[in-house]
């Protein structure tokens, strides 16, 4: 698909500003995630649990869906495509794996929130924190930012079988430039 | 994905090829550690007793609201602690 140049890069800056806004999001969640876990003091487990809630519904998930939506489109507007590149493959099945385990575990964060809202000072004591499921979204966050930097090559089956029905429309004259 | 694929990068490994081209060395590496990240987990996670898995997330699956706290306080807490009951007394 062919689009303005101005419209791709309004698309990249916003597709780049969900995908490192979510990295800093979940960074600034397993923060109050650890300071949960290691604080002894419970207004602040409690504090902290109330703003992991607030954190992860109203900017993690919103990063998370602009960012997978953003990429979408990316792919469909740039010569990349979706399908066509293992690391652009790679990159979406991780995203999207990232966002679906987000979306599955918020509940489980609110239920926990609201233990936290109503409970004495020593359960709050017990309740820990959330560290697994940030450290891990982290890990495969930074996996895809550094796919999107270096961009390994390597073309899927489907990628190769639309470049050779590209060169067989494109004539041998044009040196073949390949432009999807 | 900002700039458009180089022709190194567009044809990529093997495009010139006349069968499909196979799959590169760093796929199947990072496919190869994947899954022995994955095994770690799922090992780990059934040493520790388990308390976390796919059911955990299903529709349904409810934590209790404010009766937890005192599972809570058996179980030791956390969201690896929020096994079941029976798990928890173990």
Redesign the interface.
Not at chain 1, 125 to 130: K, S
Not at chain 1, 151 to 155: T, V
Not at chain 2, 7 to 15: C, H, L, Q
């Given at each position: 698909m062919t689009v303005p140049p101005g419209l791709r890069k309004f698309t990249?800056t916003a597709?780049l500003t969900f995908s490192v806004g979510w990295i800093g999001a979940v960074v600034a969640y397993l923060a109050l995630g650890v300071s949960a876990?290691t604080s002894e003091d419970a207004e602040t487990i409690r504090a902290a649990w109330i703003a992991m809630e607030l954190t992860g519904w109203f900017v993690i998930v919103p990063l998370a869906v602009a960012a997978l939506l953003t990429?979408l489109v990316?792919?469909l507007i740039?010569?990349?495509g979706l399908f066509r590149?293992?690391w652009?493959l790679?990159a979406l099945v991780l995203t999207v794996f990232a966002t679906a385990?987000l979306l599955?575990?918020m509940?489980?964060v609110s239920?926990?929130a609201?233990?936290a809202r109503?409970?004495?000072d020593?359960?709050l004591?017990?309740?820990?924190?959330?560290l697994?499921?940030p450290g891990l979204g982290l890990v495969v966050l930074l996996t895809i930012t550094v796919l999107?930097v270096y961009?390994?090559?390597?073309?899927t089956?489907y990628?190769?079988?639309k470049?050779q029905e590209q060169r067989r429309r494109t004539p041998a004259t044009t040196g073949g430039?390949?432009q999807? | 994905?900002?700039d458009?694929?180089r022709?190194?990068?567009?044809?990529?490994?093997?495009?010139d090829r006349a069968s499909?081209?196979r799959?590169?060395r760093?796929?199947k590496l990072?496919l190869i550690v994947l899954a022995v990240l994955v095994l770690v987990v799922v090992i780990v996670m059934l040493i520790a007793g388990g308390g976390?898995g796919p059911s955990?997330?299903a529709p349904g699956v409810?934590?209790p609201?404010?009766s937890?706290?005192?599972d809570?306080?058996l179980s030791?807490?956390?969201?690896?602690?929020?096994a079941p009951p029976e798990a928890s007394q173990r």
């Open positions: 990249l597709h876990t990429g990316m792919s740039t010569p990349w590149h293992y652009v790679i385990i599955l575990h509940p489980t239920s926990l609201e233990v109503q409970a004495d020593a359960a004591q017990r309740l820990g924190g959330d697994f499921h999107n961009k390994p090559r390597g073309l089956r990628g190769w079988r470049q430039t390949v999807p | 994905m900002a458009p694929p022709r190194r990068d567009t044809a990529g490994v093997g495009a499909p081209p799959m590169p760093w796929v990072s976390h955990r997330h409810q934590l609201a404010v937890v706290t005192a809570l306080a030791g807490g956390g969201l690896g602690g929020l």
